[in-house]
């Protein structure tokens, strides 16, 4: 299924006004997780209250540790800090990388805004080596975008 086929699929799970929020984000990662081979752990973190944090929210893929991840920790950490879309396209090049499993190859992180303001992001775990290019770039953030409506 191509990015262009999903993205009113998110649309329709974003405004169906029948589901809490956290139900429409669930639905958004089983979405992306069943549809595109190469998203194995797809999930949403948010800024935790005031704390200099991220909570984990609906994700769907092996469970993780990684519940709370201070700004600046990890790639989800370094985004909260910095505003801008990380592509990791091998995570064992990088530093800064908390480790979810010893299977994820690489991982993108892209943020959510509303009133200009990064309250979360949409991270993506793939156990495929280097499988991210700026298609998906694109269509994550048309995700985010359409989350932001919601949130």
């Given at each position: 299924?191509?990015?262009?086929?999903?993205?009113?699929?998110?649309?329709?799970?974003?405004?169906?006004s029948s589901l809490e929020?956290?139900?429409?984000?669930?639905?958004?990662?089983?979405?992306?997780?069943?549809?595109?081979p190469h998203y194995n752990?797809?999930?949403?973190?948010?800024?935790?209250?005031?704390?200099?944090?991220?909570?984990?929210?609906?994700?769907?893929?092996?469970?993780?540790?990684h519940t709370i991840i201070?700004?600046?920790?990890?790639?989800?950490?370094?985004?909260?800090?910095?505003?801008?879309?990380?592509?990791?396209?091998?995570?064992?090049?990088?530093?800064?990388?908390?480790?979810?499993?010893?299977?994820?190859?690489?991982?993108?992180?892209?943020?959510?805004?509303?009133?200009?303001?990064?309250?979360?992001?949409?991270?993506?775990?793939?156990?495929?080596?280097?499988?991210?290019?700026?298609?998906?770039?694109?269509?994550?953030?048309?995700?985010?975008?359409?989350?932001?409506?919601?949130?």
């Open positions: 299924m191509t990015f262009e086929s999903l993205k009113p699929q998110v649309e329709n799970i974003v405004f169906n929020v956290n139900d429409r984000l669930l639905k958004i990662c089983e979405l992306l997780e069943t549809n595109i752990w797809v999930g949403f973190y948010f800024r935790n209250g005031n704390k200099e944090e991220l909570k984990l929210g609906p994700y769907v893929g092996e469970p993780t540790d201070p700004f600046g920790k990890g790639i989800c950490g370094q985004v909260a800090v910095s505003n801008q879309n990380f592509v990791v396209p091998d995570v064992a090049a990088q530093d800064n990388y908390i480790a979810c499993s010893i299977t994820v190859k690489a991982e993108i992180v892209i943020p959510i805004f509303v009133n200009g303001k990064n309250i979360g992001q949409i991270d993506i775990d793939s156990n495929t080596p280097d499988p991210f290019t700026e298609n998906d770039e694109r269509f994550l953030e048309f995700v985010c975008t359409k989350v932001s409506e919601i949130l």
